[in-house]
């Protein structure tokens, strides 16, 4: 099936700096990829719609100066979380749509 | 705006025995759900959709619209169905929102 990969898979950044998360679909071409945000015993949150050659669409509530939403080609979306805080801490989920979405394993990022 | 409910964030049945799942859903138009499987230290992966009305793993989910709901069930449940289970609706752009998810243990 198809698969999709983040990295990196956890992360530990100092309060004020800015992180990178990949999120690339393997065997496969995605013109749209999602990305999740999921605290600790919760259910995922869309935050946004990463397209391919265009603007990402953000959740209402979702910073998009904080989170910013590169999709660069069919295979590879980045979130990039700028000027981290404590409160960003999470886990962070992309998926790739062909057909149906499929999900990558996660980033657990912690803000320290 | 939608929204998705699973009732429970528990529920252990002993293996055999049936399991339901509950979800119910609000949404102004016209509903495409999910249900998704979350397995120990495992991705998230889709179990089924309601249009495509295929049984996976011995699993069915029937979508209700008059009582709108979306219910997971199976005649014998097995130790491997434990896991978290979310159920998700697809709105617009394909995107989905999902419910709080429900963590089944299935007991020996």
């Known amino acids: 099936g198809a698969v999709v990969s983040q990295h990196p898979s956890w992360v530990i950044c100092k309060s004020g700096t800015s992180v990178k998360i990949e999120c690339r679909s393997l065997d496969f071409q995605a013109t749209t990829m999602f990305w999740y945000r999921q605290f600790p015993k919760q259910s995922l949150m869309l935050m946004a719609t990463s397209n391919e050659g265009s603007k990402a669409t953000y959740e209402q509530g979702v910073e998009k100066d904080k989170f910013l939403i590169n999709h660069a080609s069919l295979t590879l979306s980045t979130l990039t979380v700028t000027s981290a805080h404590p409160e960003d801490s999470s886990f962070y989920i992309c998926?790739?749509?062909?057909?149906?979405?499929?999900f990558g394993p996660g980033t657990r990022l912690t803000v320290t | 705006a939608q929204r998705v409910t699973q009732p429970e964030k528990l529920l252990s049945v002993f293996k055999g025995a049936p399991v339901e799942l509950k979800c119910n859903y609000s949404?102004?138009?016209?509903?495409?759900l999910f249900w998704y499987v979350q397995y120990s230290r495992q991705r998230l992966q889709l179990l089924l959709r309601h249009i495509s009305r295929e049984s996976i793993k011995g699993f069915t989910a029937d979508l209700n619209k008059g009582e709108t709901s979306f219910h997971l069930k199976k005649p014998f449940a097995q130790e491997e169905d434990s896991a978290m289970y979310y159920c998700?609706?697809?709105?617009?752009?394909?995107?989905?929102?999902f419910g709080e998810g429900t963590q089944l243990t299935v007991n020996p």
């Open positions: 998700a609706l697809e709105t617009s752009g394909s995107r989905l929102t």
């Open positions: 998926s790739a749509s062909s057909l149906e979405q499929y």
């Open positions: 949404y102004s138009g016209s509903p495409e």
